[in-house]
């Protein structure tokens, strides 16, 4: 199946600072990039839809200034933690998907932790 | 609102048949069945997916009912490798915007 690659898989930072998280497609062109976020023992909870080339379309509840989501390109989304706090602290995931798609396989990454102190 | 319902956990032996059930009594027409895990700590994976008919891969066997409201999902040979939480989701996989919404899953816990 596809590859789906995220980096950093775990990252540790001081609260108020900024986390990226890098979301990679590596052997198919990427036109949809979901970002989901698991808390433990929790469900994974869609956060946001990124089309490559255009704004992305964030899920309710979730705040597009503090979680910036870039799909400059077919391979690469970043999302952005800003200025975060301890109860930001949880896993990311990504998954990608590709036009022409026609059915809801997902290829997701291995999920990259964060964990603010 | 939920669209599947799956028991909470459950257990088998490893080598033994786990039958994983879900139950989707308001799935569409045009709404497939998947189903995904996630072992601990990474990031979900794709297992198999089905409209009507019965299917099967080199993972596992995806059992509909005729009346598409429940399904179940066979490891014919369950592992140690194989506990992970197990989601059955349903959608319309309608292109790549088309989003997957996770439930909370079945625990499955593979014992010696």
């Known amino acids: 199946g596809a590859v789906v690659s995220q980096h950093p898989s775990w990252v540790i930072c001081k609260s108020g600072t900024s986390v990226k998280i890098e979301c990679r497609s590596l052997?198919?062109?990427?036109?949809?990039m979901f970002w989901y976020r698991q808390f433990p023992k929790q469900s994974l909870m869609l956060m946001a839809t990124?089309?490559?080339?255009?704004?992305?379309?964030?899920e309710q509840g979730v705040e597009k200034d503090k979680f910036l989501i870039n799909h400059a390109s077919l391979t690469l989304s970043t999302l952005t933690v800003t200025s975060a706090h301890p109860e930001d602290s949880s896993f990311y995931i990504c998954s990608a998907s590709f036009s022409g798609r026609v059915t809801g396989e997902l290829f997701f990454g291995e999920g990259s932790r964060l964990t603010v102190l | 609102d939920a669209k599947t319902t799956q028991p909470t956990s459950m257990d088998c032996a490893e080598g033994r048949a786990a039958n994983l059930p879900c139950n989707h009594s308001t799935i569409s027409g045009n709404e497939y069945v998947y189903w995904y895990r996630q072992i601990h700590s990474q990031g979900p994976q794709y297992i198999i997916h089905g409209l009507k008919n019965n299917e099967t891969n080199e993972m596992a066997s995806l059992i509909i009912t005729e009346d598409r409201k429940s399904s179940t999902l066979i490891l014919p040979h369950a592992t140690l490798r194989d506990t992970a939480v197990y989601y059955c989701?349903?959608?319309?996989?309608?292109?790549?915007?088309?989003?997957?919404?996770f439930g909370k899953g079945i625990t499955l816990s593979v014992r010696p």
């Open positions: 990124s089309n490559e080339g255009s704004k992305a379309t964030y």
């Open positions: 989701i349903v959608n319309a996989g309608d292109g790549a915007n088309s989003k997957l919404t």
């Open positions: 052997d198919f062109q990427a036109t949809t």
